[in-house]
C-alpha cells in the first residue's frame, strides 16, 4: 500500500471516531453560553428548572469539549466515556449541592416529639427548666407527658382531675375527688417512675419534698405539710377553718391565689377558687398562700406551717395575689427568694400594689388612674391593661420596684427605639418587639432597656411567635434569595428570653397553623397532621 492511501486510511479512522473535532468545539461553545445564560436567567427570575438546566448544559459542554481534544489516545471508545463521565460529574457537581442546600429542613426529623394536633380548648404547661417535661392537657380531658426519654406518655385521668407539674418540674401533680397525688418524672429515662405518694386534700403548694394541702372532713378544714418521702404522717397541721360549700358543708366558696403571668379581672365578679391558678398555668407554686377568713391573706412556712411575717392583705381588702419569681437582676447579695404581689383595687378602680419578701415589704406602688382595668402579676411586677375613667382609649401600665409611679410598658425609653411594628408577645420581665428596621428587639418591661437585638430576614409585619416560659419562638416568612428555594420558605427560630441567643433555626416549608414557646429554648408546632416538639 502507498503513503498516500495509509494517510487516507488513518485520517478516515479519525474522523470515524466519533465527532468532528471543530463540530464537537463548536457544540461545547454553544452549550456553554446556553448555560451561561440559563444561570443569569434562573438566578433573576428565581425559576428552579432553569438553574438545573445550566447544570446540564454546562456539563454537556464539558464532555463536547473532551471529544475535540485532538490525538487519537485515548482510544476513541475510551473517549467517549471519559467525556459522559466528566459531563455527569460536572452537571452533578453543579446541581446536587445547590438542591441539598436549598432543601428546608424536615420538621418532622428534628422534633423529640410527636402527638397529634392541638385543637381548641388544649393547653400546654412547661418550666423554663432545661430538659424539663411538657404537660399537654386535652379539652376532652385526656392528657399527655411529654419528656425527652420516654416521647408522650398517655396519663390516665377522668372528668374533673387537675393535672400540674411542680415548679422545678420534676413532679406530675394530680387531683381528683379531694386526693392528690404526686408523681416522680425522671426526664432522661422512661419519664414518669413508679415511685408516687397519694395524700388527702387539694394542694396549695409543692416545695421540694413537703406538699402543702388542704383538706376538709366533719365541717373543719385544715392545712398540712406532708413529707413526700414518708407521707403517712403530716410534718404539721393547723386549722384552716370552717367547710365550705366545695366541700360539701355549705359557706362561701374557698378563695385561692391568682394564676401568675395570665390577666385577670382586677376586680372579679367572684374571688378565684382554690385550685383556680393550678388549673389555668398547669404549674403548682411553691409558696403557700392561705386566706384566713378572720386575719386575711398570709403566707405559710412549708417547713413547719406557721405564717410568714405579717398579714399580706385584710380581708376587707379586694385584692388579687400570687406569688412569683423576682424579675432577673444584676449579681447583688440580695437573696434571690420568691417575690408575693397584691394588687389591691379601690372603689374607683384603682390598683395599688404592694411587694412581700418573706412576709416582709419590699415596695408599694402609687396608686394607678381609676379605671377598668385586668391585671397580670409575674416575676415581680404588675401589668395592668384596660382603660382610665373617663376615656374609652385602651392602654397599658405597669408597676414595679424600679418605679413607684404606674407607667407605660418601657417607660419613655420604649419611645426612643425604632418604630415598632409587630409584638411577639411580654411577660412581667421583658416585651418582645419587631421594628421598621428588621429587628427583633428585648426591651425590660419596666426600664426600656435594650436588653437584646436579634436580626430578622422576613418582613417584621408578617411576623408570627410567642413569648413565654423563658422562650421566645418566632416564625418569619423569607422571601426567596434562590431560584431552588421552595415556595412558601419560612424560618422557625427559638431563642432564649433573657440572653436572646438562638437556640434552634430550621428552614420549613410546611404549612404551620400553630406554634407556642416551651420552657428550656422549645416549641410546640402544629401543622395539618400533628404537633411536634422541637428543640431542647
Given amino acids: 500500500m502507498s503513503e498516500d492511501a495509509a494517510g487516507d ?49 454546562a456539563g454537556g459542554a464539558l464532555g463536547a469539549a473532551i471529544l475535540a481534544l485532538p490525538g487519537a489516545r485515548p482510544g476513541p471508545r475510551a473517549r467517549r466515556v471519559m467525556a459522559l463521565g466528566l459531563a455527569l460529574v460536572l452537571a452533578a457537581a453543579l446541581t446536587l449541592p445547590a438542591v441539598r442546600a436549598a432543601r428546608p ?19 400546654v404547661a412547661s418550666v423554663p427548666v432545661a430538659g424539663s417535661p411538657v404537660l399537654v392537657r386535652r379539652a376532652d380531658g385526656s392528657a399527655q407527658l411529654l419528656t425527652p426519654g420516654a416521647g408522650a406518655v398517655q396519663l390516665e385521668t377522668v372528668p374533673g382531675d387537675v393535672l400540674a407539674l411542680s415548679a422545678d418540674g420534676t413532679r406530675l401533680v394530680q387531683v ?25 386534700g387539694e394542694p396549695l403548694a409543692l ?36 367547710a365550705d360549700a366545695a366541700d360539701g358543708a355549705g359557706g362561701e366558696a374557698s378563695r385561692g391565689p391568682d394564676p401568675v403571668g395570665v390577666s385577670v379581672p382586677a376586680r372579679p365578679d367572684a374571688p378565684a377558687g382554690l385550685l383556680d391558678a393550678v388549673t389555668a398555668t398547669g404549674v403548682l407554686g411553691d409558696v403557700p398562700l392561705h386566706a384566713d377568713p378572720v386575719q386575711g391573706w398570709v403566707q405559710l412556712d412549708p417547713a413547719t406551717g406557721f405564717p410568714v411575717g405579717q398579714v399580706l392583705a385584710t380581708p376587707d381588702q379586694d385584692c388579687r395575689i400570687a406569688a412569683t419569681t423576682p424579675a432577673p437582676a444584676p449579681a447583688s447579695l440580695e437573696e434571690d427568694a420568691p417575690v408575693v404581689l397584691t394588687a389591691c383595687s379601690a372603689e374607683d378602680g384603682a390598683l395599688t400594689v404592694t411587694a412581700f419578701r418573706h412576709g416582709s415589704v419590699l415596695w408599694t406602688s402609687d396608686p394607678s388612674p381609676a379605671g377598668d382595668w385586668e391585671v397580670r402579676l409575674e416575676d415581680g411586677r404588675v401589668l395592668a391593661t384596660g382603660t382610665e375613667a373617663g376615656t374609652d382609649v385602651a392602654g397599658e401600665i405597669v408597676a414595679s420596684a424600679e418605679r413607684a409611679a404606674w407607667t407605660a410598658p418601657g417607660g419613655e425609653a420604649a419611645g426612643e427605639i425604632l418604630t415598632p411594628v409587630a409584638r411577639i408577645g411580654l411577660d412581667g420581665s421583658r416585651m418582645v418587639l419587631a421594628n421598621d428596621a428588621s429587628q427583633l428587639v428585648a426591651h425590660d418591661l419596666a426600664t426600656g432597656e435594650n436588653t437584646w437585638t436579634a436580626p430578622l430576614l422576613g418582613d417584621p409585619r408578617a411576623l408570627r411567635g410567642g413569648l413565654g416560659a423563658g422562650s421566645v419562638v418566632v416564625l418569619e416568612r423569607l422571601p ?16 432564649d428570653a433573657a440572653s436572646g441567643q438562638e437556640l434552634l433555626s430550621l428552614r420549613t416549608a410546611a404549612e404551620i397553623t400553630d406554634v407556642q414557646p416551651v420552657g428550656g429554648g422549645r416549641a410546640m408546632v402544629t401543622t395539618d397532621g400533628s404537633t411536634l416538639l422541637l428543640g431542647g
Avoid: K, M, N, Y
Fill in 480 to 495: 426567596r434569595e434562590r431560584a431552588l428555594d421552595p415556595r412558601p420558605l419560612q424560618r422557625l427560630r427559638v431563642l
Fill in 176 to 200: 381528683s375527688a379531694g386526693v392528690t397525688r404526686v408523681t416522680e418524672i425522671d426526664p432522661a429515662s422512661d419519664g414518669l417512675l413508679q415511685r408516687w405518694s397519694e395524700v388527702a
Fill in 105 to 123: 429542613d424536615d420538621l418532622a426529623e428534628r422534633a423529640s416529639t410527636r402527638i397529634a394536633p392541638l385543637a381548641e380548648g388544649d393547653a
Fill in 9 to 57: 486510511d488513518r485520517a478516515g479512522t479519525r474522523r470515524g471516531d466519533g465527532l468532528d473535532p471543530v463540530l464537537a468545539l463548536g457544540v461545547a461553545v454553544v452549550l456553554a453560553a446556553f448555560a451561561g445564560v440559563a444561570a443569569l436567567l434562573a438566578g433573576h427570575l428565581l425559576l428552579g428548572w432553569l438553574r438545573l438546566l445550566a447544570g446540564v448544559l
Fill in 207 to 242: 416545695a421540694g419534698d413537703v406538699l402543702v394541702v388542704r383538706a376538709c372532713a366533719e365541717g373543719v378544714c385544715r392545712i398540712s405539710g406532708v413529707d413526700l418521702e414518708a407521707p403517712t404522717e403530716p410534718l404539721w397541721t393547723v386549722t384552716g377553718g370552717a
